[in-house]
């Protein structure tokens, strides 16, 4: 699905409303703070920008953010839990304007982390990036999980694949998938209009994954640690253009 010039706008506008998500969840999450503080915080964004969350009631999801410390991977469900000094904290934020989506997530150290934790968050936040960069015109789109899996192997560290990346637009999820590894084919050759959000899961063990009771907290196989960064990106005739920065 290739997006015009007014639909990329309300992207846009989409994608700094998750920017300021980004910006208030990161500037509250520290040692003592509950994780369903996070999500009241986050909220209020999207009351102030008259936007509407993707993720509250996406198949009966309670929140506007998922929050996944530690050894969670994704989908964590903010609640009770309290931020402590050393922990690894990921954050995936979501907002509907005007119908179109916007999503990204970023993994953050809450006070003195370990050192394997921040080399853990640095290396796969340089995995999205590098991903990011292979998202241009003639490009085929499975590059982009070369790319990240170069990053994240180089540095030890194991890919997840469970859970991969999505084409977005109407709706938070949409075909084709962006695996961040090589699935065995080049893809989808990418054009001028196209918008992914790409996601990489790096876990500082290996990559294999289990779900949790609650139905949605993803945590790693082995119990170490995980990090994950995303943005949303358009294709367009001067490279990628990430939506989702302030
Ligand atoms: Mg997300
Ligand atoms: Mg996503």
Redesign the pocket.
């Given at each position: 699905m290739r997006r015009n010039a007014q639909e990329l706008q309300k992207m846009r506008r989409a994608g700094k409303v998750v920017a300021e998500m980004h910006e208030v969840t990161r500037t509250a999450a520290r040692p003592g703070v509950t994780t369903r503080e996070l999500d009241a915080a986050a909220r209020r964004v999207l009351e102030r920008r008259g936007a509407t969350s993707n993720f509250l009631g996406y198949h009966g999801f309670p929140a506007v953010i998922?929050t996944s410390p530690n050894d969670m991977v994704v989908h964590g469900i903010p609640g009770d839990y309290r931020l402590r000094e050393g922990d690894v904290l990921s954050i995936?934020?979501?907002a509907i304007v005007e119908g179109y989506h916007g999503?990204?997530?970023f993994t953050m150290a809450i006070g003195d982390v370990a050192p394997i934790a921040r080399r853990l968050i640095e290396v796969t936040e340089r995995s999205l990036w590098t991903g990011i960069d292979q998202l241009r015109k003639g490009n085929r789109l499975h590059e982009v999980g070369r790319a990240v899996e170069q990053v994240a192997g180089a540095a030890g560290f194991s890919v997840v694949r469970e859970y991969v990346g999505h084409a977005i637009g109407t709706a938070m999820h949409e075909q084709p998938q962006v695996p961040n590894y090589w699935p065995g084919s080049p893809g989808p050759t990418l054009k001028t209009g196209m918008v992914f959000?790409v996601?990489p899961m790096v876990n500082a063990g290996g990559p294999e994954t289990k779900l949790l009771d609650d139905g949605w907290s993803v945590v790693t196989l082995d119990g170490s640690l995980s990090a994950h960064f995303?943005h949303t990106i358009a294709v367009t005739d001067d490279g990628p253009e990430v939506l989702t920065l302030p």
């Open positions: 998922c995936d934020c979501g999503d990204a997530a959000a996601e995303e």
